[in-house]
């Protein structure tokens, strides 16, 4: 089956001169801001959906709150992409199913990872067949396997680069429509992996490494921020805090409390603004 509609112009959007910069957010108010900046997509983080409700991350706990934060994005008027960890299950036909329910809720991507949860990867045949899995159950979701042997494995193993590229082999040839190496920071790794691959290749980007625009000069088609917009917000709420309790008036801006209702207006049958603001003085 040919995606069509929203899944087909997610798909596009990785096949652009330069590459789509996917903002990670962890609930509504999040996605809809960052959506507001004038992103098409935006994708979850696994990690700010875990943290908000106390959970740990990749380790199969949050598979009920991901479904529900796709079921409250997905029908906002910009394409989404889910982070599901690992598919929350070791079974293939699960993974599989849960991303039909994604698909159903109206997510037009997936970020799989092959990290077993124990801080060490998974097997590539299992990978391989969730990915099968999911491209059987949800044909038009856009899915973008991850490999996490630059996130978790030894750096300096003169194999790295090898086992990084065979694992992604499979998981192009199990059906991947774009992959995925967080950690992977240095310029010339970057671009020989991508005259390697068949599809897209996602960096995640680190502010101590390529700029997005260097990376799209190195064949880059999709640079991801993780979680390092919630992390920065968390942040942000301490020093704010800490600014306060010492006297001082608080750093940095913010939307106001009617910006920030305004960003529900829309899934209650109200106008919301086409974008906000730009920010003022932090509200009460």
């Keep these: 089956m040919t995606p069509s509609g929203p899944a087909s112009a997610f798909a596009a959007l990785h096949h652009r001169d330069e590459p789509i910069l996917l903002p990670n957010a962890w609930d509504h108010a999040s996605a809809v801001a960052l959506a507001a900046q004038g992103f098409a997509a935006v994708g979850t983080t696994s990690l700010g959906v875990a943290a908000a409700v106390g959970l740990p991350d990749g380790t199969a706990a949050t598979r009920d709150q991901t479904l529900q934060l796709a079921l409250n994005l997905g029908t906002e008027d910009f394409l989404l992409s889910v982070d599901a960890e690992g598919g929350f299950s070791e079974d293939p036909c699960r993974v599989g199913e849960f991303a039909r329910e994604l698909s159903v809720v109206g997510a037009v991507g997936i970020n799989l990872e092959d990290g077993n949860g124990e801080g060490g990867l998974g097997p590539v045949a299992l990978h391989a067949a969730k990915i099968v899995a999911v491209k059987a159950a949800a044909p038009g979701l856009f899915v973008n396997a991850r490999t996490?042997?630059?996130?978790?494995?030894?750096?300096?193993s003169p194999d790295l680069a090898r086992d990084t590229m065979a694992r992604l082999d499979a998981y192009q040839q199990a059906g991947a429509d774009g992959v995925f190496v967080p950690g992977l920071t240095d310029p010339d790794q970057i671009g020989a992996l991508v005259k390697s691959l068949d599809v897209p290749l996602n960096i995640l980007y680190s502010p101590t490494g390529p700029t997005v625009a260097r990376l799209g000069d190195l064949g880059?088609?999709?640079?991801?921020?993780?979680?390092?917009?919630?992390?920065?917000?968390?942040?942000?709420a301490v020093e704010a805090l800490t600014d306060i309790r010492a006297g001082r008036v608080p750093k940095g801006e913010a939307p106001s409390y009617d910006e920030v209702v305004a960003l529900g207006h829309q899934r209650h049958g109200c106008a919301r603004p086409n974008r906000i603001s730009p920010p003022g003085p932090v509200s009460p």
Excluded at 148 to 156: K, S, V
């Design 148 to 156: 996490d042997t630059h996130w978790l494995g030894d750096r300096r």
């Design 220 to 236: 880059v088609r999709r640079v991801s921020l993780g979680s390092l917009l919630y992390r920065r917000a968390l942040g942000a």
